[in-house]
T-cell receptor
Framework: NAGVTQTPKFQVLKTGQSMTLQCAQD?????MSWYRQDPGMGLRLIHY???????DQGEVPNGYNVSRSTTEDFPLRLLSAAPSQTSVYFC????????????FGPGTRLTVL | AQTVTQSQPEMSVQEAETVTLSCTYD???????LFWYKQPPSRQMILVIR??????QNATENRFSVNFQKAAKSFSLKISDSQLGDAAMYFC????????????FGTGTRLKVLA
């Protein structure tokens, strides 16, 4: 199993550009989520999905879109990048609500100039 | 609202000694899950230990153990026989009852291990 994979590992954008951060898991996990990590603030939930076709907002959803067309993939779209979106982004997945343990991808460091 | 608080931004421990990282939380639920994650310089988030709130017995994983005080809403992590490889950021996290999916993370504690 590859676990949770994320691409790219690093990205630099200019203000106003759009891009998609890719996330995939091969563990047949129901639940997938996106977090951003900023210094001194821990991880904050952006969006999450409890299954294909089902997504919901987390704590900091503004400026981001998600979709879940398959169990495996959960891309995060930045519609119009802003410097405030400079952060490290993590994708995570878990098997089910009973087990609860999340498995994380390696993260994407995004810089918006 | 659920909250998780880690009041120690940074801790140091001598190699082979024991250190305890603090975490307090707040939730109105009676059923929930608590986790400690480790984030080394590689940035990868690694699960260290988990605790189900309905279990009174404290979880242990080799050199890692927790002190779960449900009434006080406290969930501290004890690392015994500290090793240089334990140096990392440690995050405490809370998940609600079965059927919910949101995780709330604390702000983290940076652990330094001194040789």
């Amino acid at each position: 199993n590859a676990g949770v994979t994320q691409t790219p590992k690093f990205q630099v954008l200019k203000t106003g550009q759009s891009m998609t951060l890719q996330c995939a898991q091969d563990m047949n996990h129901e639940y997938m989520s996106w977090y951003r990590q900023d210094p001194g603030m821990g991880l904050r939930l952006i969006h999450y999905s409890v299954g294909a076709g089902i997504t919901d907002q987390g704590e900091v959803p503004n400026g981001y879109n998600v979709s879940r067309s398959t169990t495996e993939d959960f891309p995060l779209r930045l519609l119009s990048a802003a410097p405030s979106q400079t952060s490290v982004y993590f994708c995570a997945s878990s098997y089910g609500q009973v087990l609860g343990t999340q498995y994380f991808g390696p993260g994407t460091r995004l810089t918006v100039l | 609202a659920q909250t998780v608080t880690q009041s120690q931004p940074e801790m140091s421990v001598q190699e082979a000694e024991t250190v305890t990282l603090s975490c307090t939380y707040d939730t109105s639920e009676s059923d929930y899950y608590l986790f400690w994650y480790k984030q080394p310089p590689s940035r990868q988030m690694i699960l260290v230990i988990r605790q189900e709130a309905y279990k009174q017995q404290n979880a242990t994983e080799n050199r890692f153990s927790v002190n779960f005080q449900k009434a006080a809403k406290s969930f501290s992590l004890k690392i015994s026989d500290s090793q240089l490889g334990d140096a990392a950021m440690y995050f405490c996290a809370l998940k609600g009852p079965s059927g919910t999916y949101k995780y709330i993370f604390g702000t983290g504690t940076r652990l330094k291990v001194l040789a």
